[in-house]
């Protein structure tokens, strides 16, 4: 079977950076992403990783370990719009489902 | 593009009555996705279909629920015989193939069963 597991809460102050940590278990591992949501929104895409590094997409960065089964997201110089939800998500290579992480809660203080 | 529609928005229904949900993708997408989402957790994979063809369904989902894409534009979900449980945000995704992952959601529906 699938699972992620990353922390349901994190609070950082603006301007700062913060890392959401995410590891994973699946059968068949197919490109890490990771989506954020604002509260009443639709999950947005953020980032992608289909092979370990880093990738950079503005304030936005994304890691990936395929040896450790991890990768997080770091957010920098973080506004107060960066208050949401950041959900990881795996692609199941077997039958192409995409499985969701819970989320983490994203505070930012003032 | 005019992104991900779904309808309705909002939902309030008995407990034991049936509900159907519309998505329409946007347009040239060829694979659309069922999800269901509850408070403080993540979208929980539904069903997907590629063009018309159903490709996958989750265990998870009982025999109340159905889902078409008829014409492989617009997809349908009815929940039969709804209960409490169902109420939940009901979210749709299209995408090109799945090129980096990347799935475009709608708004959602909104579905409380009372």
């Known amino acids: 079977g699938q699972s992620l597991e990353q922390p349901s809460e994190v609070t950082a102050v603006e301007g700062a950076i913060v890392q959401i940590n995410c590891t994973y278990q699946?059968?068949?591992?197919?490109?890490l992403s990771w989506y954020q949501q604002h509260d009443g929104g639709a999950p947005t895409f953020l980032s992608y990783?289909?092979?370990?590094g880093l990738e950079e997409t503005g304030r936005f960065s994304s890691f990936l370990s395929r040896s450790d089964s991890y990768g997080y997201l770091l957010l920098q110089e973080l506004q107060m719009k960066d208050s949401a939800s950041y959900f990881c998500a795996v692609r199941d290579r077997r039958d192409d489902k995409i499985i969701f992480g819970k989320g983490t809660r994203l505070h930012i203080l003032p | 593009d005019t992104g991900v529609s779904q309808n309705p928005r909002h939902k309030i229904t008995k407990r034991g009555q049936n509900v159907t949900f519309r998505c329409d993708p946007i347009s040239e997408h060829n694979r659309l996705y069922w999800y269901r989402q509850t408070l403080g957790q993540g979208p929980e994979f539904l069903t997907y279909f590629q063009n018309e063809a159903q490709l996958e369904k989750s265990r998870l989902l009982s025999d109340r629920f159905s889902a078409e894409r008829p014409k492989g534009s617009f997809s349908t979900l009815e929940i039969q015989r709804t209960e409490q449980g169902d109420s939940a945000m009901y979210l749709c995704?299209?995408?090109?193939?799945?090129?980096?992952?990347?799935?475009?959601f709608g708004a959602g529906t909104r579905l409380s069963v009372l």
């Open positions: 995704a299209s995408s090109l193939g799945l090129a980096k992952n990347i799935q475009y």
């Open positions: 699946t059968s068949g591992f197919y490109g």
């Open positions: 990783n289909g092979l370990d």
